[in-house]
């Protein structure tokens, strides 16, 4: 099992988005960066932990947790010409992007905001944090995902 941190506007996809979606899953769709790609692609799985991160917002924060329930498969907003991810070189033969499907498991007791991550000692150092970071999907240390349960207050025992 490996753990992630997934990034996304609350205005576009928000933890209640998926909360409230059918069977509390979602794909994970619209990721349109080739490291974040080959993330989905190539390592993420069923079983695999995920904090919820809402970015692009007055107060950018650790949200809630969920799980991937379908590792990665084409991503078919990228063909759908109609959809805000259509990419026109994105074909059945060649699908270019991927996704992953998520299923909510909880919200934080409050949100873990930046600067409850950069006062903690290990927290302070993941990915989210550090300058430029502006990838959707990052890798997620098993003591960091320990360390935001606890800094949480959620039981790790």
């Given at each position: 099992?490996?753990?992630?941190?997934?990034?996304?506007?609350?205005?576009?996809?928000?933890?209640?988005?998926?909360?409230?979606?059918?069977?509390?899953?979602?794909?994970?769709?619209?990721?349109?960066?080739?490291?974040?790609?080959?993330?989905?692609?190539?390592?993420?799985?069923?079983?695999?932990?995920?904090?919820?991160?809402?970015?692009?917002?007055?107060?950018?924060?650790?949200?809630g947790l969920a799980e991937v329930v379908r590792g990665g498969y084409p991503d078919h907003t990228a063909q759908d010409?109609?959809?805000?991810?259509?990419?026109?070189?994105?074909?059945?033969?060649?699908?270019?992007?991927?996704?992953?499907?998520?299923?909510?498991?909880?919200?934080?007791?409050?949100?873990?905001?930046?600067?409850?991550?950069?006062?903690?000692?290990?927290?302070?150092?993941?990915?989210?944090?550090?300058?430029?970071?502006?990838?959707?999907?990052?890798?997620?240390?098993?003591?960091e995902w320990r360390a935001v349960l606890v800094l949480a207050g959620i039981d790790v025992s």
């Open positions: 099992m490996r753990y992630w941190l997934m990034k996304s506007e609350p205005t576009c996809f928000s933890l209640d988005d998926l909360e409230h979606s059918p069977g509390q899953t979602a794909p994970w769709d619209g990721v349109r960066n080739f490291q974040a790609r080959n993330l989905l692609r190539d390592e993420t799985k069923a079983g695999d932990r995920v904090l919820f991160y809402h970015s692009s917002c007055s107060e950018p924060a650790i949200v010409s109609r959809s805000d991810h259509y990419d026109p070189k994105a074909t059945p033969a060649n699908p270019i992007w991927y996704m992953v499907d998520v299923k909510f498991r909880m919200r934080l007791p409050r949100p873990l905001t930046r600067q409850d991550l950069a006062g903690h000692p290990v927290l302070a150092g993941m990915a989210v944090m550090q300058r430029g970071s502006r990838l959707s999907v990052q890798p997620v240390t098993a003591d």
